[in-house]
């Protein structure tokens, strides 16, 4: 049974002495813990007339973060991590917001992104063919620090596409309309760029609000977080790996990619008949092609879920549907047989298991169903889809 | 004369043109410059195109028996080179502009310093699954000697972009040509000049691209990895104490395929079957895109073929062990530190004594010890922070707790110390 779950942010280095107040209503929350800012891990508590207690909130936050927190807690005094020095200064780079229709939520984006420290990254909104007007005002609005770009078509792949040729910086930071990133998100999330083999970056995405069942659900079984451990993927990794590697929703690139190893395939993700899918494909092709994906767990954002159990039905489906379009695209453009393997242990160890799970424990039936639909669609949408690429 | 550029070249005609095309639009090789290219035992008539071809700098075109090697190459080219400073290019790097200038600057101010520029693959995008693989390892090389408290050794020493003064070129006596016919005589020269006390640097401003791509398949790369092995006995036997840094020190580690590619090895013609299965299987893999498999395979065949040019080398196991068995540790200054202070004291302290290695503790808590290394760079201030984030971790956190907790009058363990005494630490950091 679900109940009305609040979000909150707690730091190990600035603890609240009188716990977390002013949860009325709430009978969870999902804590987001931090050792002086830097991003240690997440845990779920009841909520207790309003308030959680600050003995057992520490108690449970310090049993959730591990030894992370005494790995984390020495770099911060060292100064160094295993990527280098923690002050390294940030390279130049462009953060592009893809949006459609979205207006309130792009706002929300666009603000946490200007508070962010100026490093000398530009900042792009891609408007993929908005109806109305107001995402153009929403951007228009900060003038000269937004760059606004109109793609006349549909399509969150052409959207970043026209990012990747419109940008000016060697990497390309891209971050959902309807996420907010973190005021370090950026520094953190072109931290692993240095590396020349590193061609992909992911973050990690948390929630925005809890307040309904179908966000709960959303979280709890499709969430777009990867953990709290750096990890990092490649040389020949198996591409089918791909979703493991992190998402779209929050992540970068060089733009090389577009020279070397062909743009975002403009028949899949959102905004086509494929639904989703385009970041998995792309991260497919990079660790094919040899490169490195990192995931990088402290590069923080946070998403707004769909609200609504419709939404939700159909973010479901077009999951199914874009994972099993990018392994057709594979199959079909690059010959890449492994994804026949990928799709077989996703069968044999999470969707046929689920489907024999009691209702309660896991993802609901209803959920679970429309997943498989959708896979059993994706590869005809695929087709389809690229069909209909051609003929425009 | 400032700088000689020596170039060995063996039946590449078209790559050496690509190497020397760059260089023609360089003004300061033109004025104060020459170029001196080896031609060890070519058959492609690369002297004759290249003597009969209009350069603006001084040419000069050696020729030498089939056989001898890239080494004895490089030695000829320096003998009767006139620059004060040596730059070796490979005959299949593409020098960028100002290759020249950069490697010029970074012999300034020090006398006795080698300095390799960087010269990462060429080849971009999708590829074969050998090239993807020795790709990412030099992408990986030059990245780690790029790195704030890269501590340089032995290995960092890569003849394909460096640069050295003459003087000490001399003085260590060139690179030794019997080490192998290709390979390894770079590390052994990397061992002499740590050995006579002069440094190494990295300058990736000195860049030039590497076309090694074309010259590298499977089979290659396998005939490279018994020259490794061959080089490494060969190695061994003249330098005792860099013996335990050496590959062949591990004989004994590694999963179940090290061992049994090991094992094929030592039985002789008895474990021929071991890479003739193999290597189809291996071929087979990276056709249908099995990465993972083609990883694990390969890394067992390279295994084999490593320790089959050490075999070809010592001839047999007993020989090896002899051989290892009067190892000689490295060693040198220990320097004793307390990193209770502040770490900006103990990296100045470590900057002014250069040790070899590190005795520290966290005031009366022992953290560790960084031993000294075969042919590693003495210490460096900017060294420390690194190796305490990397490889003294654990026990750094142990003494540091340790001390704190005492400092705040509590005698129970501070892990276990609860609310008070973490959030304290938390806070402080």
């Not at chain 1, 959207?159 to 990133?181: G, K, M, Q, S």
């Not at chain 1, 990092?232 to 070397?260: H, Q, T």
């Not at chain 1, 990088?296 to 609504?308: N, Q, S, Y």
């Not at chain 2, 770079?186 to 006390?197: K, V």
Request: aromatic share 8%; with cysteine; proline share 6%.
């Amino acid at each position: 049974m679900m109940q009305r779950t609040a979000v909150r942010e707690v730091d190990l280095g600035a603890f609240p002495a009188e716990g977390l107040t002013g949860l009325d209503g709430y009978g969870q929350a999902y804590i987001i813990v931090r050792l002086n800012g830097h991003l240690l891990c997440r845990l779920d508590m009841p909520v207790k007339d309003g308030r959680i207690e600050a003995l057992r909130l520490w108690d449970m936050a310090l049993g959730a973060a591990g030894p992370g927190l005494w790995n984390v807690w020495l770099q911060q005094w060292l100064g160094w991590d295993d990527l280098g020095p923690l002050e390294a200064s940030q390279r130049p780079a462009s953060v592009a917001v893809c949006t459609r229709d979205r207006p309130e939520d792009l706002q929300r984006c666009l603000d946490a992104l200007l508070a962010m420290p100026d490093h000398g990254q530009e900042l792009l909104v891609v408007d993929s063919a908005s109806r109305g007007d107001d995402t153009r005002r929403v951007a228009e609005i900060h003038g000269e620090r937004v760059r606004y770009l109109r793609e006349e078509r549909p399509g969150l792949n052409r959207a970043r596409n026209r990012a990747l040729r419109e940008a000016h910086h060697e990497w390309v930071a891209f971050i959902d309309d309807d996420a907010v990133p973190d005021a370090s998100w950026l520094t953190r999330l072109l931290r692993p760029c240095a590396d020349p083999r590193v061609w992909c970056v992911t973050g990690n995405t948390l929630s925005w609000e809890l307040e309904t069942r179908a966000q709960q659900i959303q979280e709890r079984y499709s969430s777009f977080s990867r953990g709290f451990v750096r990890r990092s993927f490649g040389p020949l990794a198996m591409p089918a790996a791909s979703g493991w590697v992190g998402a779209g929703v929050n992540m970068a690139l060089r733009r090389r990619v577009l020279e070397v190893l062909g743009p975002f395939d403009p028949a899949l993700d959102a905004g086509t008949l494929t639904c989703s899918g385009g970041d998995n494909e792309m991260f497919g092709r990079i660790l094919a092609a040899g490169y490195h994906i990192v995931y990088e767990p402290t590069a923080l954002a946070r998403h707004r879920h769909r609200r609504d159990d419709a939404s939700l039905q159909k973010a479901f489906f077009g999951y199914g549907v874009g994972v099993y379009a990018a392994w057709t695209r594979a199959l079909v453009c690059q010959h890449d047989w492994q994804v026949l393997r990928g799709a077989w242990l996703w069968w044999r160890h999470e969707q046929l298991p689920g489907l024999f799970r009691r209702a309660r424990r896991g993802l609901p039936r209803r959920l679970q169903v429309l997943q498989l639909l959708g896979c059993l669609a994706g590869p005809w949408a695929y087709l389809r889809s690229r069909l209909r690429e051609g003929k425009a | 004369m400032k700088i000689s550029i020596i170039i060995p070249t063996h039946n590449r005609c078209a790559s050496l043109l690509r190497t020397l095309h760059p260089l023609c639009a360089d003004p300061q090789l033109a004025a104060s410059g020459e170029v001196i290219v080896v031609a060890d035992g070519c058959r492609d008539s690369t002297a004759t195109r290249l003597r009969a071809g209009t350069w603006p700098w001084p040419l000069r075109v050696l020729e030498q028996d089939p056989g001898r090697g890239a080494a004895a190459a490089r030695n000829r080219g320096a003998a009767i080179a006139q620059g004060r400073v040596l730059l070796f290019l490979d005959d299949d790097i593409e020098p960028c502009p100002d290759l020249v200038e950069r490697h010029l600057d970074a012999h300034r101010d020090a006398p006795r310093r080698a300095v390799v520029g960087a010269y990462p693959p060429a080849l971009e995008g999708p590829a074969a699954p050998v090239h993807v693989l020795k790709r990412d390892w030099w992408l990986g090389r030059f990245h780690e000697m790029g790195q704030p408290g890269h501590r340089f050794s032995y290995r960092d020493l890569l003849s394909g972009n460096l640069s050295l003064p003459v003087a000490l070129f001399r003085e260590l006596g060139g690179f030794d040509d019997r080490i192998g016919s290709a390979g390894g005589e770079d590390y052994e020269f990397g061992i002499r000049l740590f050995a006579a006390g002069a440094e190494l640097a990295y300058e990736p401003a000195a860049g030039a691209l590497h076309h090694e791509h074309e010259t590298t398949d499977l089979v290659r790369y396998m005939r490279r990895a018994r020259q490794e092995g061959l080089a490494d006995v060969r190695i061994a036997e003249r330098h005792p104490s860099i013996r335990c840094a050496l590959p062949l020190w591990h004989r004994h580690r590694g999963g179940r395929t090290q061992r049994a590619a090991r094992a094929a090895v030592w039985a002789g013609r008895l474990g021929a079957p071991f890479p003739l299965s193999l290597t189809p299987l291996l071929r087979t893999a990276g056709l249908i895109g099995a990465q993972r498999r083609w990883l694990r395979l390969c890394g067992a065949l390279r295994e084999y073929w490593y320790w089959r040019g050490v075999r070809d080398a010592v001839g047999d196991r007993d020989a090896l062990e002899r051989l290892l068995a009067d190892s000689v540790s490295p060693e040198g200054r220990e320097l004793e530190l307390d990193l209770a202070g502040a770490l900006e004291a103990a990296e100045r302290e470590i900057d002014r004594v250069r040790p070899d290695g590190l005795r520290l503790r966290y005031g009366n808590f022992a953290v560790g010890r960084i031993a000294p290394a075969a042919s590693t760079e003495p210490l460096r201030g900017r060294h420390l922070r690194r190796l305490l984030a990397t490889e003294l971790a654990w026990p750094l956190l142990k003494a540091k707790a340790a001390h704190e907790a005492l400092a705040q009058g509590r005698a129970t363990d501070p892990m276990e110390g609860g609310y008070g005494s973490t959030a304290a630490m938390a806070r402080t950091g």
